[in-house]
């Protein structure tokens, strides 16, 4: 089957309702706070990436599940208009969308999740046909979605033996526990492993630092890339540390700069550019995401990107 899609994505699609900057702690007891700004937005770490993914140029096709509700529809809709191939984001009649409300506070977040769909999401939502027409498969959401994670190795596999490369971004694990057997599986089936510096450290069992956390996940996966927010981001395959500058912006929301860091890697990458062009690349295209609320809003083309990343210098191995 000839390749139609640069990118397949999988994982989590939902709604984010994101309010902030709170400028205090937040309170219970009945008690309203009042916050600048509020939007409803694409949220899901996947979906975030497929947006951005897109507006740098790729093809990209979304697989994964929502309810058959106005959420989900209005998800749906929404990846369509930003250029995302939905044909395989089924809608669930028996489940509810995932939700999610975010509230942020300077450069942090806190993050409410309803899962909904998220619990039921599993491989026989991703179309065969789809693992074998894209050059990349990326998973995200790892910890969120029990059943996909499940299945993960095997979709991962099949994609490979189709000759696609793969990646994974696992996010935040609300259980605390950052282990099962089925991580180690899902792991040898990824050539780029995509965790923030936190999740890294967890990951690796290793709280010296990013950098040594991300030497350890080398030993497991071909290429591990940490984003370290404001301090910019790093990559390690076994042998050598390469690092890169973030640009400076005036962050108005840091939701799904991650993810759009994903995207930027992951479409460098398929550009052919090594690990030190396509670090810089992605620190830049997280950095301009954060200049809008919600994590589509900013996202940079690749010729935007490339400019600001092209005027950086600050890459470097050791």
Avoid at 195 to 201: D, H, K, L, T, V
């Amino acid at each position: 089957m000839p390749t139609a899609y640069d990118l397949l994505v999988i994982g989590d699609a939902n709604p984010d309702v994101v309010l902030g900057p709170l400028t205090e702690p937040l309170a219970f007891g009945q008690r309203e706070q009042l916050t600048p700004s509020g939007s409803l937005v694409i949220g899901g770490s996947a979906a975030i990436m497929a947006c951005g993914a897109a507006r740098l140029g790729l093809r990209v096709a979304f697989a994964g599940r929502v309810g058959d509700d106005d959420a989900g529809r209005y998800i749906r809709d929404a990846l369509t208009a930003h250029g995302v191939d939905t044909r395989a984001l089924s809608l669930d009649p028996d489940r509810a969308t995932p939700l999610t409300v975010v509230l942020t506070r300077g450069d942090d977040r806190a993050i409410l999740t309803a899962p909904g769909t998220l619990t039921a999401t599993c491989g026989r939502d991703v179309p065969a046909d789809l693992l074998a027409a894209s050059r990349h498969v990326h998973a995200a959401s790892y910890f969120l979605q029990p059943k996909l994670a499940e299945d993960l190795p095997e979709l991962l596999r099949t994609a490979r033996a189709h000759g696609a490369t793969t990646s994974l971004d696992t996010q935040d694990d609300p259980s605390g526990r950052w282990d099962g057997a089925a991580l180690d599986a899902v792991l040898a089936e990824t050539g780029i492993l995509l965790p923030n510096a936190r999740e890294a450290m967890r990951l690796a069992g290793c709280e010296d630092s990013p950098e040594a956390a991300a030497a350890r996940l080398a030993a497991r996966v071909p290429l591990v890339v940490v984003k370290n927010g404001p301090q910019g981001a790093l990559c390690h395959d076994g042998r050598t540390l390469i690092s890169a500058d973030s640009i400076p912006v005036t962050p108005v929301d840091a939701v799904g700069a991650g993810d759009s860091f994903d995207a930027g890697f992951i479409a460098a990458t398929l550009r052919h550019q090594p690990p030190h062009q396509a670090l810089r690349f992605a620190a830049v295209c997280g950095a301009l995401s954060t200049r809008a609320h919600g994590g589509t809003a900013a996202q940079p083309t690749w010729d935007e990107a490339l400019t600001h990343a092209i005027s950086r210098t600050g890459a470097h191995a050791s």
